[in-house]
């Protein structure tokens, strides 16, 4: 790997020439800061150079997640994103609009933005009609910098969609309570958990069906590998999946707390 840095014009010239990015279209990203390398200005150059990309006209949009805290207060304005350097930098960056989810927040910027973003309050994690929903109902592209579908948040949007037996019946421990989000203006609102993401290391059987299909494009940004494809061809072939088999996006790990139940539950739809 090469200790050259990267600047903000260079990351700008390979994500439209390499990465294939159209000014004025919807982009939704996940990212490994690490994967690209040293870049000028760390994870703020990195966003200011997808900005610049998109153009005023294009919309981004990046998964600002967090975990349930201790007190259960999530604080939208403060609660840094657990999904990485490039997803906090984003949420703190001039122009940012972060929907209203404790567990599963996305930050958006751009011409977009708000349209997005409004209402996360009123749906479920990452269901039907969460940010990335809309967004790829609106058409978005997805780009993966330096990570695979594991990372791949719009396979939980087709798990929303489909509802295999274990939706909204299995979480992660802590996910499975009430929780209480304050918003940018200080108004409280609980939260009851409802279709919250479950396991996704199961989702490589997307991927690899996906590539089967010349579905995604790999590229390359600064020294990061990276997958581009359409999110509606991500939502296709997760929900043709799931109607085939229910339980074909689970692991298969006996200990998995989310996985080993859902198999289960799945089974027991079939007997």
Same mark, same amino acid.
């Given at each position: 790997?090469?200790?050259?840095?990267? =600047?903000?014009?260079?990351?700008?010239?390979?994500?439209?020439?390499?990465?294939?990015?159209?000014?004025?279209?919807?982009?939704?990203?996940?990212?490994?800061?690490?994967?690209?390398?040293?870049? @000028?200005?760390? !994870? !703020? &150059?990195?966003? %200011?150079?997808?900005?610049? !990309?998109?153009?005023?006209?294009? /919309?981004?949009?990046?998964? +600002?997640?967090?975990?349930? /805290?201790?007190?259960?207060?999530?604080?939208?304005?403060?609660?840094?994103?657990?999904?990485? #350097?490039? +997803?906090? %930098?984003?949420?703190?960056?001039?122009?940012?609009?972060?929907?209203?989810?404790? &567990?599963?927040?996305?930050? #958006?910027?751009?011409?977009?933005?708000?349209?997005? &973003?409004?209402?996360?309050?009123? &749906?479920?994690?990452?269901?039907?009609? $969460?940010?990335?929903?809309?967004? #790829?109902?609106?058409?978005?592209?997805?780009?993966?910098?330096?990570? =695979?579908?594991?990372?791949? /948040?719009?396979?939980?949007? !087709?798990?929303?969609?489909?509802?295999?037996? *274990?939706?909204?019946?299995?979480? *992660?421990?802590?996910?499975?309570? @009430?929780?209480?989000?304050?918003?940018?203006?200080?108004?409280?609102?609980?939260?009851?958990?409802?279709?919250?993401? /479950?396991?996704?290391?199961?989702?490589?059987?997307?991927?690899?069906?996906?590539?089967?299909?010349?579905?995604?494009?790999?590229?390359?940004?600064?020294?990061? =590998?990276?997958?581009?494809?359409?999110?509606?061809?991500?939502?296709?072939?997760?929900?043709?999946?799931?109607?085939?088999?229910?339980? $074909?996006?689970?692991?298969?790990? #006996? =200990?998995?707390?989310?996985? %080993?139940?859902?198999?289960?539950?799945?089974?027991?739809?079939?007997?």
């Amino acid at each position: 790997m090469s200790d050259v840095s990267i =600047n903000r014009e260079s990351l700008v010239r390979e994500l439209i020439d390499i990465c294939g990015i159209r000014p004025g279209s919807i982009l939704i990203v996940h990212a490994s800061f690490k994967a690209l390398g040293p870049i @000028d200005g760390g !994870a !703020a &150059t990195v966003v %200011a150079a997808l900005q610049e !990309a998109l153009g005023p006209r294009g /919309t981004l949009l990046m998964p +600002t997640f967090s975990h349930p /805290t201790v007190d259960g207060i999530w604080h939208m304005a403060d609660t840094p994103s657990r999904t990485g #350097a490039i +997803t906090e %930098a984003m949420r703190v960056c001039a122009g940012a609009v972060r929907s209203f989810h404790p &567990t599963h927040s996305v930050t #958006a910027w751009g011409a977009r933005a708000v349209e997005f &973003t409004t209402g996360h309050e009123r &749906t479920s994690s990452v269901g039907v009609d $969460s940010p990335l929903h809309l967004a #790829a109902k609106a058409g978005a592209d997805i780009l993966m910098i330096g990570c =695979n579908f594991k990372a791949c /948040t719009m396979v939980h949007i !087709a798990e929303s969609i489909v509802r295999p037996p *274990y939706v909204g019946k299995v979480c *992660y421990p802590g996910y499975d309570r @009430d929780l209480l989000g304050i918003d940018t203006a200080g108004r409280k609102q609980p939260f009851t958990w409802i279709d919250t993401a /479950t396991d996704s290391v199961g989702f490589m059987l997307v991927q690899q069906t996906m590539e089967k299909q010349g579905d995604i494009a790999q590229v390359r940004l600064a020294q990061a =590998n990276c997958l581009r494809f359409t999110s509606q061809a991500c939502l296709d072939t997760s929900i043709a999946l799931l109607r085939a088999d229910p339980g $074909s996006l689970l692991c298969r790990k #006996a =200990n998995c707390p989310v996985c %080993a139940p859902g198999l289960v539950l799945v089974a027991a739809g079939k007997a």
